[in-house]
């Protein structure tokens, strides 16, 4: 009787799940084998660089003003809070007939919060800000003497008055170099390089450590201004662009 052998197959290995290798892991963006390079961040500007982009600013526009209409301090914190997601023009043309029979805090609270709300119901959020015009109307009889206070501190306990607000007044009312940024001067404090930052205050303070001193006056209207007219948010306008030669932007057109 012959010998029958069977053959027994070797166990199988265990089956693990693929893995990454750890070259690969540490550096997503590689491939073959090769190390993705980091993206290449703009140059700084230089000191000079800002300095002659605020000198052509001035030489093009001396005197810059906010668009704002208003006729006082009051009138002047009264249309920058209304003028939170709304354009210039539309509070302009609410508040005209406004301020034509609410001048003071004391009139504007005599006024009462209906009434207000039909002057400004053409404006986004209105009921919100007829509330907080009563309310600051109110906070500055009772605790300001009806009176603008002139420190930014102060200017934040009113409704309705962020550190923008406060840095508006303070500028335009005040004659303070502040720097209010709103969303022109967030997008060409970016999009130019000038100042970039994640947040208003990043930017803010960024733009104040690079303008000169001589400049700081009149900075903020001039960055409103130039992100209104040419720095546009959808198609900026490089071609008339003052500082397109300094602009870091690398889809200018020029």
Same mark, same amino acid.
């Given at each position: ?9 070797? *166990?199988?290995? *265990? ?7 750890? =070259? !690969? ?42 668009? !704002?209409?208003?006729? %006082?301090?009051?009138?002047? &914190?009264?249309?920058?809070? !209304? =003028? ?7 509070? %302009?043309?609410?508040?005209? =007939? &406004? ?40 906070? &500055?009889? =009772? ?10 501190? +102060?200017?934040?306990?009113? *409704? ?6 406060? %840095?508006?007044? &303070? ?60 720095? !546009? ?17 690398? +889809?200018?057109?020029?």
């Amino acid at each position: 009787m012959s010998k029958i052998t069977r053959r027994v197959a070797a *166990p199988a290995a *265990p089956r693990t799940a693929k893995t990454t290798p750890k =070259s !690969l892991a540490a550096n997503p963006g590689q491939t073959g084998g090769k190390p993705a390079k980091p993206p290449k961040r703009p140059r700084r500007w230089t000191p000079d660089e800002v300095r002659e982009a605020f000198t052509r600013f001035a030489r093009a526009n001396p005197e810059p003003k906010g668009e !704002l209409e208003h006729l %006082n301090p009051f009138t002047l &914190l009264v249309a920058v809070v !209304l =003028s939170a997601q709304a354009t210039d023009a539309g509070v %302009n043309k609410a508040t005209r =007939s &406004l301020f034509a029979i609410a001048d003071t805090p004391a009139k504007m609270l005599a006024l009462g919060e209906e009434r207000v709300r039909e002057h400004i119901k053409t404006i986004g959020l209105f009921r919100t800000k007829a509330k907080n015009v009563i309310a600051l109307s109110q906070k &500055l009889l =009772s605790d300001f003497g009806g009176q603008v206070p002139s420190t930014r501190a +102060e200017l934040e306990t009113l *409704p309705g008055a962020g550190r923008k607000t406060a %840095n508006v007044v &303070l500028n335009m009312a005040f004659g303070q170099p502040t720097m209010a940024v709103d969303t022109h001067v967030f997008r060409v404090g970016n999009r130019t390089g000038l100042a970039p930052g994640d947040t208003p205050l990043a930017v803010e303070l960024g733009l104040e450590k690079a303008i000169p001193p001589e400049f700081m006056q009149h900075a903020h209207h001039w960055l409103i201004l130039h992100g209104r007219y040419t720095c !546009l948010a959808r198609k900026p306008r490089c071609e008339v662009c003052l500082i397109v030669d300094l602009c870091r932007w690398p +889809e200018k057109s020029v």
